[in-house]
C-alpha cells in the first residue's frame, strides 16, 4: 500500500524558510512523477511543483525562484525547499505521486505572518 507522509510544516515569520518532506513507502519515487501542491483556506488545491521520473522540475509561477523541488532517491524522500516566504504561501502543503495510480499524502500545514 502506497503512502505518502508529509512533515516539516510550521510557522514562520515574512521572509523566513521552511523545508518540507515527503517520505513515501510502498512504492519508489523515482518510478514516479512527484510534486506539491498546496490548498489555502477558501481556495482550490493548487499545484507548486513537480520533479518527473528524468528529474524535469517544473514550478508555478507564484513559486519560481523561490521554492526548490528535490528527491533523495535512496531515502525514497522528496523535499520542498521554500526561502523568502510571504503570507500567500500560507497553506497546506500536500505530497503527490502520479504512476499508474495517483496518491496523495494528508498534508502539512504552513503559516506564514507578517
Known amino acids: 500500500q502506497v503512502q505518502l507522509m508529509e512533515s516539516g510544516g510550521g510557522a514562520v515569520q515574512v521572509g523566513g524558510s521552511l523545508r518540507l518532506s515527503c517520505a513515501a513507502s510502498?512504492?519508489?519515487?523515482?518510478?514516479?512523477?512527484m510534486a506539491w501542491y498546496r490548498q489555502a483556506p477558501g481556495k482550490e488545491r493548487e499545484f507548486v511543483a513537480r520533479?518527473?521520473?528524468?528529474?524535469?522540475?517544473t514550478y508555478a509561477d507564484s513559486v519560481k525562484d523561490r521554492f526548490t523541488i528535490s528527491r533523495e532517491n535512496n531515502k525514497n524522500t522528496m523535499y520542498l525547499q521554500m526561502d523568502n516566504l510571504k503570507p500567500e504561501d500560507t497553506a497546506v502543503y500536500y505530497c503527490?505521486?502520479?504512476?499508474?495510480?495517483?496518491?496523495w499524502g494528508r498534508g502539512t500545514q504552513v503559516i506564514v505572518s507578517s
Open positions: 520533479v518527473q521520473m528524468d528529474g524535469t522540475m
Open positions: 510502498g512504492t519508489v519515487i523515482i518510478m514516479q512523477s
Open positions: 503527490n505521486s502520479m504512476g499508474l495510480k495517483e496518491y
